[in-house]
């Protein structure tokens, strides 16, 4: 079945504590997209990658680092995670070297930074 | 830059028909479509690109006007499934960057 896995799904942790959200797609998307979602604010975008080792920053990626060594994987790191980035986390993917076809969604990861 | 949604939330009754509307301050490459349900992923509805191709569902209809950097996406004879936020999000049509940028979402509620 084609999709895009993220783990975990939940996850509860402490200000300075590095995470990592692993996500992972099997359709060999060449674009990668992580948005965190807040109430009232939509979806915005922290990094996306146009394929691998070739990433570039979204409109919010200021506490987040991503790299992408694998074509498939495309992992979210949190250094020192601070309160201000609980937010519902989604990953995304889809074909070509750019936002131009249809973007597939992974089912979240809800974190709550305390 | 986020594009602008308009309205921010509209109640229908089933059967009835909506409009929703994207505007951008920029030249843009190609606007997409978006449904969500709470709790769930955003599922694609439509996309559209400049030059006029479109690639999305077939009961789903959008226009993209690229002269005024506006979309809108019709909603006709409502059902109860439409019920949901939809975002749009937009990509622009110059340099090298490829970010896709969403819009805060318009809140559809069909009521029976």
């Known amino acids: 079945e084609a999709q895009v896995t993220q783990n975990p799904r939940y996850l509860i942790t402490v200000t300075g504590k590095k995470l990592t959200v692993t996500c992972s797609q099997n359709?060999?998307?060449?674009?990668m997209s992580w948005y965190r979602q807040d109430p009232g604010l939509g979806l915005r975008q922290i990094y996306y990658?146009?394929?691998?080792?070739?990433?570039d920053k979204g409109d919010v990626p200021e506490g987040y680092k991503v790299s992408r060594k694998e074509k498939r994987n495309f992992p979210l790191i949190l250094e020192s995670p601070s309160p201000n980035q609980t937010s519902l986390y989604f990953c995304?993917?889809?074909?070509?070297?750019?936002?131009?076809?249809?973007?597939?969604f992974g089912p979240g990861t809800r974190l709550t930074v305390l | 830059q986020q594009p602008v949604q308009s309205p921010q939330a509209v109640i229908l009754r089933e059967g009835e028909d909506a409009v929703i509307n994207c505007s951008s301050s920029?030249?843009?490459?190609?606007v997409h479509w978006y449904r969500q349900k709470h709790g769930e992923a955003p599922v694609f509805l439509m996309i559209?690109?400049?030059?006029?191709e479109q690639k999305g569902h077939e009961k789903i209809s959008a226009s993209f006007n690229e002269k005024k950097q506006q979309s809108s996406l019709y909603l006709t004879a409502s059902q109860l499934s439409y019920s949901g936020t939809y975002f749009c999000?937009?990509?622009?049509?110059?340099?090298?960057?490829?970010?896709?940028?969403f819009g805060s979402g318009t809140q559809l509620t069909v009521l029976p």
């Open positions: 920029k030249a843009l490459y190609s």
């Open positions: 559209l690109l400049k030059g006029g």
């Open positions: 359709m060999n998307h060449e674009y």
């Open positions: 999000g937009t990509s622009i049509s110059s340099g090298s960057a490829r970010q896709l940028t």
């Open positions: 995304a993917s889809s074909y070509g070297q750019g936002p131009y076809n249809e973007q597939f």
């Open positions: 990658s146009m394929n691998v080792e070739v990433t």
